[in-house]
């Protein structure tokens, strides 16, 4: 069999591989064919991005790794946006590229300052190594076992992540014994498949701490969902109730009736989660790498009043200068709660949580008023949205409105999966990622949570969605451009705008119509009073549906942390647990357990 014939053989039969997403090409023709021939099923789309971002939707909606098929050049070049999403927020995709026979490489040269040689070729592992945790050349056709079981291994083993495998034409097409090929492959060592573990002397000192606490709180971060560790976390806070608080990546972690979630916290988390963790004595931070959106610029305030403890599988991520826990667990999520089993509680911290609850109760993101008739409201429509949707949804967001709202408004379900790119969040990501996430839940609930801009970035998926003739709900805000850039030159420029809309330079079609020239039946929500009706009509409808939501232009993120100008004229940047619009100066100084940051 070929080379190529044999790397998709041995990812379905030994790695459960049951997809590939792909654009064909002229420098991947065998890799392209022994797909085919594998009978592993591929999923075509219409640009490499897409490839790359619908291959981490679908690891994000359940699968175990997600597999790219591209070409030389600019197909590999192209996906490069999916692979730092996908390299910041830890998802495991292999990307196998085609490349130029190795004679024809700028490596056969290396004397000459060469550019380029072979047609379409760029020194791809080059490009790609800084984003990826493996990342090779197959130069030896006998070779390709080896570096395949190597790179599938990094993608999942530790913080997974993307690896890449380029294949030169001269490889793809080499004959090779599979059977001498099996027998020729190492025997990897135990530390790539070993779990980190906390030390029993880390334990040890965690469980003094609980001793000593008063008012404790949990972080849940993505790595929980990462290590299978959900059943733990749940156990953990049984055993212990304590305020949960939900983040970016790990913000479905629990559902909004559970009885210790009080919110989500960060620069556009809640005032209930934010005030939790800044008032809390002990900050349990599990899986989350504590990324600038979430501790914020002031991040030297960040859990300012207590012991912050941080577990994690990547050492770095507690090392770096935003973040100073008292103490750096390096330990796997699943590991680390099945060790905390032996903790026996001294205390009960129920009434903290009482008032954390009593927080969460009091401050609401979506008030009352969101709700009057007239113009949509954004939160009113994902709150909305979100509490109509059924338990297997499985949601795909953009970024912008669709994620800023979604984060702060959804009130998620038990067995919900609600997702996004928070570190390179891309527009663009939304589309690829619920058409990955859509093929991944065969008889669940898709919905594509999107935004006008954001849609246009990656709009000629929606070919890729009627070829599938998959079952997606895509619901588009349409506010006229876009509406976080718009904020921030309203914000610093004095109004004077760019590039963010129609009357400065980016217009946008009529989705209604845009729809209908794909064959997907769509329509329109423009005021608040329709949407319950528009939303349980779009769920009704079988098949692909587009629903295009009209917002206003000129709504505004909140709560979140922003600057206060003083009446001397002075600029000053708030904590997190001092949300913009600022509560009345006596009502915030109720909220705080501890002392309120002296402002000079």
């Not at 573990?197 to 008012?215: G, H, V």
């Not at 246009?456 to 003739?469: D, G, H, I, S």
Request: some cysteine.
């Amino acid at each position: 069999m070929r080379v190529s014939d044999y790397i998709f053989k041995r990812l379905k039969e030994k790695y459960g591989v049951d997809r590939v997403f792909m654009i064909t090409g002229g420098g991947a023709m065998h890799l392209n064919d022994a797909v085919l021939q594998s009978g592993l099923a591929y999923t075509c789309c219409h640009h490499e991005q897409a490839c790359a971002i619908a291959a981490e939707g679908y690891v994000r909606a359940g699968k175990r790794l997600g597999v790219v098929n591209v070409t030389t050049g600019p197909g590999g070049l192209n996906t490069l946006t999916g692979v730092m999403g996908e390299w910041t927020d830890s998802v495991p995709v292999l990307y196998v590229s085609g490349q130029v026979k190795q004679s024809t490489t700028i490596s056969a040269c290396p004397d000459l300052p060469l550019r380029q040689l072979g047609d379409q070729e760029v020194d791809i592992i080059s490009v790609v190594n800084p984003l990826t945790k493996y990342a090779c050349q197959i130069k030896r056709a006998e070779d390709a076992g080896r570096i395949l079981d190597e790179a599938v291994h990094a993608a999942l083993s530790g913080r997974p992540g993307p690896v890449w495998i380029d294949v030169p034409m001269d490889i793809q097409g080499a004959l090779v014994d599979e059977k001498e090929m099996d027998a020729a492959l190492s025997v990897f060592h135990p530390a790539w498949d070993a779990v980190l573990k906390p030390s029993e002397a880390a334990m040890q000192e965690l469980f003094s701490l609980l001793d000593q606490c008063q008012r404790p709180v949990l972080i849940a971060g993505n790595g929980i969902r990462i290590s299978g560790a959900e059943a733990g976390m749940r156990a953990f806070l049984e055993k212990m109730p304590m305020p949960a608080l939900g983040t970016f990546n790990g913000m479905d972690l629990l559902e909004e009736d559970h009885p210790c979630f009080v919110g989500r916290i960060g620069t556009l988390g809640s005032r209930a989660g934010n005030f939790a963790l800044q008032n809390a004595d002990l900050v349990l931070c599990v899986g989350s790498r504590n990324n600038i959106r979430q501790t914020s610029y002031n991040y030297e305030f960040f859990a300012r009043a207590g012991r912050l403890v941080c577990v994690d599988v990547d050492m770095a991520e507690m090392q770096k200068p935003t973040v100073h826990p008292c103490m750096a667990i390096q330990s796997d999520a699943k590991a680390f709660f099945r060790a905390m089993e032996a903790y026996q509680p001294k205390q009960s911290y129920q009434d903290w949580l009482d008032w954390a609850l009593e927080r969460k109760k009091r401050y609401p993101v979506v008030l009352p008023e969101y709700s009057r008739p007239g113009r949509v409201n954004p939160y009113y429509f994902v709150d909305t949205l979100s509490c109509m949707l059924p338990e297997d949804a499985v949601v795909a967001t953009a970024n912008g409105s669709a994620c800023v709202v979604g984060f702060q408004a959804v009130k998620v379900k038990r067995g919900q999966r609600y997702f996004w790119n928070s570190g390179c969040a891309a527009m663009g990501y939304d589309l690829p990622a619920a058409i990955g996430a859509a093929l991944a839940s065969p008889g669940k609930t898709a919905v594509c949570l999107s935004g006008d801009g954001s849609l246009m970035m990656n709009v000629q998926e929606l070919a890729t969605v009627v070829a599938n003739n998959l079952d997606l709900k895509l619901v588009v805000l349409n506010n006229g451009g876009y509406i976080s850039i718009r904020q921030t030159q309203n914000n610093f420029f004095s109004g004077r705008h760019i590039g963010i809309g129609p009357d400065s330079g980016v217009v946008f079609p009529d989705f209604v119509k845009l729809a209908d020239s794909f064959g997907i039946p769509a329509f329109r929500i423009e005021k608040n009073e329709d949407a319950e009706s528009g939303i349980r009509k779009m769920l009704q409808m079988s098949g692909p549906v587009l629903c295009e939501v009209v917002l206003p232009e000129d709504y505004i993120f909140q709560p979140k942390t922003s600057s206060e100008r003083k009446p001397d004229g002075r600029m000053v940047s708030k904590p997190l647990e001092d949300l913009y619009p600022f509560l009345p100066r006596e009502e915030f100084v109720k909220n705080m357990i501890v002392p309120p940051i002296k402002e000079d």
